[in-house]
């Protein structure tokens, strides 16, 4: 018989309490993601593993490696705890890869189980291998084909290979956050990684109206809807607001250079009256230290405290490069096609706005008073499996 195991890393550290919590919302998301997938199946839990039954365990295995909290997974034969029926399963998995002049190591663990100790089953495991295959040679620290057994109190595992998840912690356990989405490349990078930190996401996208681009709404919201599909089950919504009345106001205002910071405070100013009125604790930007003028520590400072709440930066320490390929990892990279880009920025924007300036323009303007009327322009896309609904 087949299943399919996984492994959870860091959960392991939590007190018993705690850690009962996380592996109930994990199972529940692996349900709905396999549910998502129409993969009928049965989890149990024995003892510090997570098991899957069910008629297509590789296509069961590769719905859980996209589970938040899930270290790897792999599919595993079960049998009996016997340290004979586990070498005989072994040999045969071995069987399928292993050819002469290829080196190989045998990775046992046992707990709960009498008459043996780990090195004994890895021992009797890699002897009964070097029968069938005489001609590979035992290698512990670079071989060429891994297998794993394990013998529980539940029975024996095997299996040899790992599909590698995301890891972090089960999506639900964190808390809500406002993720601040643009049709960028950062910012859907920004918000999968505090989801894959546990936190329950919603997403504002602040739309400009005729000073944005034409596309960038359709970005955003194809940016959506591919976060949704990392959390199959869960309604995940996108709250847009019309931020074009500010930039009318703004535009209009002689000094140019600090339109990116009034901007950006507005912007966190209106996700910080939603995230209140939802309840949330934190928002969520793709700042990167550097990266633009609205992003060096001396702007980032004066910008901040416009938000009611705290504002986190999963990405303040990232290279370009490192982003990217984390986009095109989680399926949200898109080459800039057509006009998304923004036409109130200035050519010369301050690198390190006056707070004072700041906050007398904005009294100037009211942007209190436009913020709170934002905020109650929202429309709401709400997005599931990977569509929007
Ligand atoms: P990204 O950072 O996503 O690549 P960007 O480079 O166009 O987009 P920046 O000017 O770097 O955006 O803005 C920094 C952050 O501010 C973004 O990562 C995003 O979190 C937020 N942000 C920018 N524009 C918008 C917008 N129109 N709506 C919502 N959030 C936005
Ligand atoms: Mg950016």
Redesign the pocket.
Known sequence: MEAVMIRYGEIFLKSETVKRRFISIMTENIRLALEAKGLSHRIETPRGRILIFGDEPRRIAAAVAGTFGVVSASVCTMTSSDIDTIAAVAVEHAGRHLRPGMSFAVRARRSGVEGFNSQELAAAVGSAILDRVPEATVDLSTPDYEVFVEAREFGGLVYDERLKGPGGLPYGTQGEVV?????????????WLMMRRGCRVV??????GRF?GTD?EET?LRHHARLSAWVPGHPLDLLV?D?EPFFEVIIALKEPRYR?IL??RF?LRV?GILAEERGAYAL?????LG??A??TLANMAVIAPAASVTVLRP?IGFDKEE?VERARAIGTFEARAGS???TV?PRYPSTAAPAATIVDIEEKIGAKDLAVRAAGTVRVYRAKNGEIA
């Open positions: 993720a601040l989405l643009s049709e960028g490349i950062d910012s859907p990078v920004a918000s997403h504002v996208h602040m739309h400009g944005g960038g955003v607001v931020m990116c901007c950006k912007m996700a969520v930007n793709g700042d990167n990266q633009v609205s992003q990405l982003i998304t880009g923004c920025a």
